[in-house]
């Protein structure tokens, strides 16, 4: 299969914990992306990699949250402290140019307890 | 600021066509459309580019009005599958980095 994984699937957390999640893009696709959904809502923009390189950070993301794209291969996304807000779905895609079909993940579903 | 779609839900019945439209209030670059059926991840349908360029399924057709900061999703003869939330994402700028999602528009198909 050469489609986007993430892992865990599902993740429930108590208040204050610490969770990561991993993706993997598609290999030859160098642009990923991190969205949170809630419920009713359309994917809401986190972060963006171009290879390993951060390019784009939500302004509304708390400092809490943290993602690393080692290598240009997979990334993590970190939530230190989980509050109950943070529970959603949190959904990864890639792409190999911008303005271009962006593949998303099954997505991880954080519950926060 | 995200972009605004209607109607938020429609209902129809198969073989009837129906319009999504999607609107913001910045100058748009690109205009991207997903489906997304419960539980599922979001699936690409089609992409519109300032210019006038698309890239997407041959069965569906959209529009893309640069001057008014509109594209439109036209699906026509519908069938049950297309049951779903679409969405439109856009990006105001000439790089992708960030798109911006509206917040859906429900559609269900009944046989």
């Known amino acids: 299969d050469t489609g986007v994984s993430q892992n865990p699937r599902h993740k429930i957390t108590k208040r204050g914990q610490n969770v990561t999640f991993r993706c993997d893009p598609i290999s030859e696709h160098n642009r990923l992306y991190w969205y949170r959904q809630t419920l009713g809502q359309g994917p809401e923009f986190l972060t963006y990699f171009q290879n390993e390189a951060q390019l784009e950070k939500s302004r509304l993301l708390s400092d809490r949250f943290s993602a690393e794209r080692p290598k240009g291969s997979f990334s993590t996304l970190e939530i230190q402290r989980t509050e109950q807000g943070d529970s959603a779905m949190y959904l990864c895609?890639?792409?190999?140019?911008?303005?271009?079909?962006?593949?998303f993940g099954p997505g991880t579903r954080l519950t926060v307890l | 600021q995200q972009p605004v779609q209607s109607p938020q839900a429609v209902i129809l019945r198969e073989g009837e066509d129906a319009v999504i439209n999607c609107s913001s209030s910045?100058?748009?670059?690109?205009v991207h459309w997903y489906r997304q059926k419960h539980g599922e991840a979001p699936v690409f349908l089609m992409i519109l580019l300032k210019g006038g360029e698309q890239k997407g399924h041959e069965k569906i057709s959209a529009s893309f009005n640069e001057k008014k900061q509109q594209s439109s999703l036209y699906l026509t003869a519908s069938q049950l599958s297309y049951s779903g939330t679409y969405f439109c994402g856009t990006a105001p700028g000439g790089s992708a980095r960030q798109l911006t999602f509206g917040s859906g528009t429900q559609l269900t198909v009944l046989p």
């Open positions: 910045k100058a748009l670059y690109s």
């Open positions: 895609a890639s792409t190999l140019y911008s303005h271009n079909e962006q593949f």
